[in-house]
């Protein structure tokens, strides 16, 4: 009996010297909001690109409270903010990364002044609410506490505040892999890219970002007998170049899936009701896959997208003057490539169904990114699962973004990473309210509830256990 209550008081005692002091919430809720807004009001539109005034101001915040911080920069004026708290060492590092840039905007568009972080009715309205300064601020929250709460960590906490990620990535995470790889090397990353969906204020699910397709740019080059307009030509550049681009946009490419689309779609069918569920089990066979293809490109494209590598026709540009026909017409088409695509021959699939000589095909200058894929049988994973059921009670959901972050840099240099998001409106993207419109936004309230959720897996991966 001595022996049993001995090794029960070391046990309590391991466990208590394991645990973690919970934060003031109610101060952190005050502060994070402070933060937020202040970043908001920077305007750090890209382009052109100047994000300096957000990293100085990140730079004063950690400085302040002692956590040693850089700033790495190709162009002065697009500093990278790089902190870190040190651990043990038992384990490889865990990097919390955002980026301080913002698409640019047409103020007259603006009910609120796109950088004025407006608060009305529980929103915060401007530039950059929900891309990406709501990562940006939370993940500053954690930093600033865990170094005020004195966490012990077995293993070190990056912070990365890039530049450039709206289309500028050679100042940003280019930059930091190409240079300072070294300081950002970790096994895993959280960054932007996931979200937590709801629909009339109810949370439904949470995706979490873990590859993405990878952009490209193919152009349709037509050629042909130039001529007077009175007189048409079978040989003309702009009716070849129109039924090439139209072949193009009828073409089923193949459907493909990968571990992270297979996941997706069999945990989606899980929560919905039967008709759609049967839609996305059906996409997991071979022989009924195409089914559910039809009904999700016509009503549910973003899942087409997510089955195959897509291409939209995008940039038509032909002709000088009504009555020339011209000797050459170009159309541009944005090709979002699966992650182990081979693109030599998918270019000449499309010239096979092009089938026209006269159409020369090629791919042009693009901001691309490289290929990669994070797992899903990682304790990072397991800990952002369970960090959405505790804080959201929902089932996550692995996500194959059909756009681009900056994770693919990291992935393709062996990081495991991981998007995650607040929990957004469904409704908000149709009504003109998310990412990169003209009334961005985010609620008050989901804000704070990301910070407390980033916090506990920050800790379930970072801390002294």
């Known amino acids: 009996m001595r022996i049993f209550i001995s090794v029960c008081c070391l046990f309590l005692t391991q466990i208590a010297s394991a645990q973690v002091s919970e934060p003031d919430w109610a101060a952190v809720e005050t502060e994070t909001l402070q933060h937020y807004r202040a970043l908001l009001q920077f305007d750090t539109s890209d382009p052109p690109g100047r994000e300096l005034p957000a990293a100085e101001y990140l730079l004063q915040v950690l400085e302040a409270e002692g956590i040693p911080v850089e700033l790495l920069a190709l162009d002065p004026e697009r500093p990278n903010v790089l902190a870190r708290l040190e651990g043990n060492g038992n384990k490889e590092p865990l990097l919390i990364m955002a980026h301080t840039d913002v698409v640019n905007v047409d103020p007259e568009k603006w009910t609120f002044p796109p950088f004025s972080a407006t608060i009305d009715n529980g929103y915060v309205y401007g530039r950059g609410a929900v891309d990406d300064k709501d990562n940006l601020a939370s993940a500053l929250m954690v930093m600033l506490e865990l170094k005020r709460q004195n966490v012990k960590l077995d293993r070190d906490v990056i912070f990365l505040a890039e530049s450039g990620e709206e289309g500028a990535t050679e100042f940003g995470i280019e930059f930091m892999v190409e240079n300072h790889f070294d300081k950002i090397d970790s096994e895993f990353c959280l960054a932007e890219g996931g979200s937590v969906a709801r629909v009339n204020r109810e949370v439904q699910y949470a995706g979490i970002q873990t590859v ?164 899903l049988d990682t304790v990072a994973f397991t800990a952002i699962e369970a960090g959405i059921q505790e804080h959201y009670g929902v089932v996550t959901l692995p996500t194959m973004s059909t756009g681009a972050t900056d994770m693919a840099y990291l992935r393709n240099r062996g990081i495991q990473c991981y998007g995650i998001g607040p929990a957004i409106d469904r409704e908000d993207a149709a009504l003109g309210f998310g990412a990169h419109s003209d009334q961005e936004r985010i609620l008050i309230s989901e804000l704070h509830r990301f910070v407390r959720f980033n916090w506990d897996v920050v800790i379930e991966l970072a801390a002294e256990q």
Do not use: C
């Open 212 to 375: 993405e397709k990878i952009p490209y740019r193919v152009e349709l080059l037509a050629t042909g007998v130039a001529g007077h307009g009175s007189v048409p030509l079978q040989t003309n550049s702009v009716t070849r170049l129109a039924k090439a681009v139209a072949a193009i946009a009828d073409w089923r490419t193949p459907i493909r899936l990968n571990e992270t689309t297979a996941a997706y779609f069999e945990r989606l069918a899980s929560i919905s009701p039967a008709d759609a569920a049967e839609r996305y089990l059906n996409v997991l066979d071979p022989g009924r896959a195409s089914d559910s293809d039809e009904y999700f490109l016509a009503n549910e494209p973003r899942h087409a997208s997510m089955l195959r590598s897509s291409l939209s026709p995008n940039i038509f540009d032909a002709g000088y003057r009504i009555n020339v026909i011209p000797s050459e017409a170009r159309a541009s088409v944005d090709f979002r490539a699966l992650p182990d695509e081979s693109i030599p021959e998918f270019l000449d699939e499309i010239r096979r169904v092009v089938d026209d000589p006269a159409i020369e095909i090629s791919l042009g200058a693009r901001n691309t990114r490289p290929r990669g894929q994070a797992r």
